[in-house]
């Protein structure tokens, strides 16, 4: 059996220390530590999909509730100010997790998110409701900053599309469950009306009650710590790690890796920060940006409101939506699932790009045989379900793209940024914007905010075919140079 390489980091003056954890962490093959890994921190995406999942499920129930007795313009509201709170969680929490450690933030975001999403269930009139949904966003937002850049420090580079995509995915877990939870919950001959969609909202307490305690065991990223001075800490992690993978009987290649030079410093000032995003990486920028607005308006406008769609086009009752999501969820699912390897193998740019135009082009076909009255409601959700497993993997490649392409010092906080204003730009007006077409009753005016969708993201796939990043199967470093590696010479 080898033995574990040694001088992992050597103390240099002036606070540079060389180390190659960074590439030992990127040759470890998958294991039990990966899965742990993704399933503690993971549960992100499926929360969040279970909150969407329950603000279009309990549409109909909030609307005939004798308490709130909510508009159709009061739910997109309540879809806004999720979706505000996310924003506005993501960039302060995203701040807070490049300066204080992404172990700190994953807990304190998922308890904020614990406490206000049993909060919503106790809503009573729609200022508490508002309120509460969008402490509930916060708590997701945070969360997204902090588990994304934990999760790709961790996953070795030649899989690390592939993962990334496939935990996005989970979001339709999610879905799924709140789905399901609302056909049983939602039923009048269980609960009363203004009973059932109160417990909806605490399936999601009880599932981050559950997980909460499993990330006691997730350590901070070593990447993290060898740029803040930790540099003992993050050798103890990475052996621990491969001390598990031999204790299994991996072999791991001990003979070729990348050292760094490394200064360490507390913390990177912003006017640093905003520098590397948008002057040094501004292409990048400018394709994360189109990305993370396209996929929020297509997916925000049309999920927030698929309920409304078939309640007012369709007359489903409300407590059959749950039947329809289903097999929505599924494809959406699937999707990431199925093309994630794709993304490692052809390529990020050529991926991203195909699967962008493809979501635009077929809502837009879509579209028009809804407008022309030509979708059953079966059809209308196998369409939905077609686009989606396409538009479910350009979503999470969004994702991807962001957190990969910036230096690791600013990664959290980058990916705030861009999930901030792309969000904001698509997200917080999307499901205000299709709550009033709906409003209208007419089809038409219903495919316009779908062609308005579809040309988000085919411009989208354009800018991300031209100036896209080649990240597959390199290095977190080498696809962008942590800003502060220094020179053989400094």
């Given at each position: ?7 992992a ?8 220390i060389?180390?190659d954890?960074?590439?030992?962490l990127d040759?470890l ?5 990966h899965s742990?890994?993704?399933v503690?921190l993971?549960?992100?995406w499926l929360l969040?999909?279970?909150?969407v999942t ?11 509730s004798?308490?709130l007795h ?7 509201l309540a879809?806004?100010?999720y979706i ?9 929490f995203?701040w ?13 975001t ?5 406490a206000a999403?049993?909060a ?13 949904r969008?402490l509930t966003?916060a ?18 580079a030649?899989v ?8 996005n995915?989970?979001?339709?877990v999610?879905a ?9 919950l939602?039923?009048?001959h269980?609960?009363?009306?203004d ?5 909806c909202?605490f399936?999601?307490a009880?599932?981050?009650?559950a ?13 993290w710590?060898?740029t ?5 800490e993050?050798t ?12 299994t009987g991996?072999?791991?290649?001990d003979?070729?890796f990348?050292r760094l ?10 006017a640093?920060?905003f520098?590397?995003i ?6 990048r920028?400018l ?10 308006f297509?997916?925000?406008a049309i999920f927030f409101?698929y ?7 369709y ?9 329809y999501?289903l ?8 999707g990431?699932l ?6 490692d193998?052809?390529g990020?740019?050529?991926m ?9 082009i077929l809502?837009?076909?879509?579209g028009?045989?809804?407008e022309?009255?030509w979708?059953?409601?079966?059809t ?6 077609v686009?989606f497993?396409?538009?479910?993997a ?5 994702y ?6 910036f230096?690791?010092?600013?990664r959290a ?7 901030a ?7 917080i ?16 005016e219903v495919?316009t905010?779908?062609?308005?969708g ?5 411009g989208?796939a354009?800018?991300?075919g ?10 977190l470093e080498?696809?962008a140079?942590?800003?502060?590696a220094?020179?053989e010479g400094e």
């Amino acid at each position: 059996m080898a033995e574990p390489p040694t001088a992992a980091v050597q103390e240099k003056p002036q606070a540079v220390i060389e180390t190659d954890l960074p590439s030992r962490l990127d040759r470890l093959p998958w294991g039990r530590f990966h899965s742990l890994i993704v399933v503690a921190l993971g549960v992100t995406w499926l929360l969040d999909g279970l909150e969407v999942t329950l603000a279009g499920a309990v549409a109909s129930a909030l609307k005939t509730s004798h308490t709130l007795h909510f508009s159709n313009t009061d739910i997109g509201l309540a879809g806004s100010a999720y979706i505000a709170g996310a924003v506005l969680g993501a960039l302060g929490f995203g701040w807070l997790t490049d300066r204080l450690g992404r172990r700190k933030l994953f807990f304190i975001t998922l308890s904020l998110y614990l406490a206000a999403t049993a909060a919503t269930a106790l809503s009573w009139n729609l200022a508490s409701f508002l309120l509460f949904r969008f402490l509930t966003g916060a708590g997701i937002g945070g969360e997204y900053t902090a588990i994304n850049s934990t999760i790709q420090e961790f996953t070795p580079a030649r899989v690390r599309g592939w993962t990334d995509l496939g935990i996005n995915g989970t979001f339709w877990v999610g879905a799924g469950i709140g789905a399901a939870g609302s056909l049983v919950l939602l039923d009048p001959h269980l609960l009363p009306g203004d009973w059932g969609w109160r417990a909806c909202f605490f399936i999601g307490a009880a599932l981050a009650l559950a997980i909460l305690p499993m990330r006691i065991w997730v350590p901070e990223s070593p990447r993290w710590l060898l740029t803040h001075g930790e540099a003992q800490e993050a050798t103890e992690i990475v052996e621990g790690i491969e001390a598990r993978f031999r204790e299994t009987g991996h072999r791991l290649d001990d003979t070729s890796f990348t050292r760094l030079r490394l200064r360490t410093r507390d913390h990177t000032p912003l006017a640093e920060v905003f520098h590397a995003i948008f002057t040094v990486h501004r292409r990048r920028a400018l394709v994360g940006l189109s990305l993370m607005t396209a996929q929020a308006f297509f997916y925000n406008a049309i999920f927030f409101t698929y309920a409304l769609v078939l309640t007012d086009f369709y007359h489903v009752p409300g407590d059959h939506i749950g039947w329809y999501l289903l097999p929505f969820a599924l494809g959406n699912f699937l999707g990431p699932l199925l093309l994630g390897r794709l993304f490692d193998v052809i390529g990020r740019r050529k991926m991203i790009a195909t699967t962008y135009a493809l979501s635009g082009i077929l809502l837009t076909i879509s579209g028009y045989l809804f407008e022309q009255q030509w979708l059953t409601v079966t059809t209308q959700t196998a369409a939905w379900m077609v686009i989606f497993f396409f538009a479910s993997a350009a979503a999470s490649s969004a994702y991807l793209t962001v957190s990969e392409s910036f230096p690791l010092e600013i990664r959290a906080l980058a990916i705030a940024l861009f999930y901030a204003f792309g969000t904001a730009l698509g997200g917080i007006a999307g499901p205000a914007f299709f709550g009033r077409l709906i409003d209208t009753h007419q089809r038409s005016e219903v495919f316009t905010g779908y062609l308005v969708g579809s040309a988000l993201m085919v411009g989208a796939a354009i800018v991300a075919g031209i100036w896209g990043v080649d990240a597959e199967r390199k290095s977190l470093e080498n696809v962008a140079a942590p800003l502060s590696a220094v020179g053989e010479g400094e």
